[in-house]
């Protein structure tokens, strides 16, 4: 029996763009800006992805301005950013479903992404880290999603690739697709949802 929930709160990066490297690019950018070490991409993708960046800059001991400057210095590395290429077409799929996008990337890096890739017709509500006093793992943003759409979070389905999505989603009460990690239902690609998630 395939699901069939009020809503699907979907997760941007590792999800329905490849943004990793533009990422790792901008903060290594950043980090070399105010002379601290880069990371390797490896060290990044281990330890840091998935995760809000400030939480990151708290967790090496680096202060938030660099933060500030990542973020500025964002939108000139959008250019290694790429929309999966079954992400449009499962869109339209889904397109009886409400959706949301809950991102702990920033307002303005999310909505310029969204709009590059022409996706942000798809949702209902864009909810990121601006929105929220705590970003995910903390269930904060998807609670807050479920409010606006005026739905219960048991009747939500959460589409994360990340441990941060898995544990926000669960802790809020979610059921969670994880895209190539462990979490109520594993796939493999965005396209794979319709096995699950009833069209």
Not at 42 to 50: A, L, Q, S, T
């Amino acid at each position: 029996m395939k699901l069939k929930p009020v809503a699907i709160l979907f997760d941007m990066d590792g999800v329905l763009v490849d943004s990793l490297d533009s990422w790792w690019i901008s903060l290594n950018h950043s980090l070399e800006n105010f002379n601290y070490k880069p990371l390797t991409r490896v060290e990044f993708i281990k330890k840091y992805w998935g995760h809000d960046l400030y939480d990151n800059l708290q967790t090496m001991n680096i202060p938030e301005k660099v933060g500030h400057f990542c973020n500025n210095v964002y939108s000139t590395h959008i250019n290694n950013i790429h929309i999966y290429s079954e992400t449009k077409k499962t869109l339209e799929k889904l397109q009886n479903y409400r959706k949301t996008i809950i991102t702990n990337t920033p307002k303005d890096c999310t909505v310029q992404i969204l709009k590059r890739f022409s996706i942000n017709n798809y949702f209902e509500f864009i909810l990121t880290s601006d929105d929220v006093s705590m970003a995910k793992p903390d269930p904060e943003i998807v609670l807050k999603s479920c409010e606006l759409l005026k739905v219960k979070p048991e009747e939500v389905v959460l589409v994360g690739d990340t441990n941060s999505d898995v544990q926000a989603g669960h802790k809020a009460g979610c059921l969670v697709i994880g895209i190539n990690i462990e979490a109520d239902y594993t796939i493999k690609n965005i396209s794979e949802i319709t096995d699950i998630i009833k069209i």
